[in-house]
T-cell receptor, first 115, second 113 residues
Framework: AQKVTQAQTEISVVEKEDVTLDCVYE???????LFWYKQPPSGELVFLIR??????QNEISGRYSWNFQKSTSSFNFTITASQVVDSAVYFC????????????FGTGTRLTIIP | GAGVSQSPSNKVTEKGKDVELRCDPI?????LYWYRQSLGQGLEFLIY????????KSGLPSDRFSAERTGGSVSTLTIQRTQQEDSAVYLC???????????FGPGTRLLVL
């Protein structure tokens, strides 16, 4: 069975601070994908990044960066120089290449950026 | 291009009534998923359609829930004899193939009184 844990329920930081959202996953499969989605107040889940289990290279996209470490089963997400528009709920998700390949989501982290 | 669309955006119904929720996937996407987001259960998988294959209904919580996908495109999720615990946001996602990234619609907020 798959499991994704986002231990941080809520985080508040002052604008321009850096913030890291943690994600720890469990799976017995050797091939899998990890995702981050953003859910702004409008409610739609917005895709941010996909990582496969064979690629442990960290990725940077503008102010966003992701740190994937198989040794600790973690896929953490850092926002640098946070902005008010970053306020949202962020979900980490796991998908394997077997069965219906559904997404297994963490419980989400609500990020509030204080102006 | 157009993203995944869902209708209605909001639905208020009385306990015991049937409801239908609609999802229009991104054109050309062969895989379609329904998820439910509720306060107590988080985001949970409901059902999966891939091309012309039989759907995977393993996530449906009860036999009051059913879904169909006509012509490999539009999907309808039906909840019969709604209960208050069915109140949630129902999200639809589509992807080009079963192993591709899922893109989500805006959801339908269902409130059962």
């Amino acid at each position: 069975a798959q499991k994704v844990t986002q231990a941080q329920t809520e985080i508040s930081v002052v604008e321009k601070e850096d913030v890291t959202l943690d994600c720890v996953y469990e799976t017995r499969d050797t091939t899998y994908y990890l995702f981050w989605y953003k859910q702004p107040p409008s409610g739609e889940l917005v895709f941010l990044i996909r990582r496969n289990s064979f690629d442990e290279q960290n990725e940077i996209s503008g102010r966003y960066s992701w740190n994937f470490q198989k040794s600790t089963s973690s896929f953490n997400f850092t926002i640098t120089a946070s902005q008010v528009v970053d306020s949202a709920v962020y979900f980490c998700a796991l998908r394997t290449n077997f069965g219906n390949e559904k997404l297994t989501f963490g419980t989400g982290t609500r990020l509030t950026i204080i102006p | 291009g157009a993203g995944v669309s869902q209708s209605p955006s909001n639905k208020v119904t009385e306990k015991g009534k049937d409801v239908e929720l609609r999802c229009d996937p991104i054109s050309g996407h062969t895989a379609l998923y329904w998820y439910r987001q509720s306060l107590g259960q988080g985001l949970e998988f409901l059902i999966y359609f891939q091309g012309n294959s039989a759907p995977d209904k393993s996530g449906l919580p009860s036999d009051r829930f059913s879904a169909e996908r006509t012509g490999g495109s539009v999907s309808t999720l039906t909840i019969q004899r709604t209960q208050q615990e069915d109140s949630a946001v129902y999200l639809c996602a589509s992807c080009q193939g079963a192993r591709e990234t899922q893109y989500f619609g805006p959801g339908t907020r269902l409130l059962v009184l």
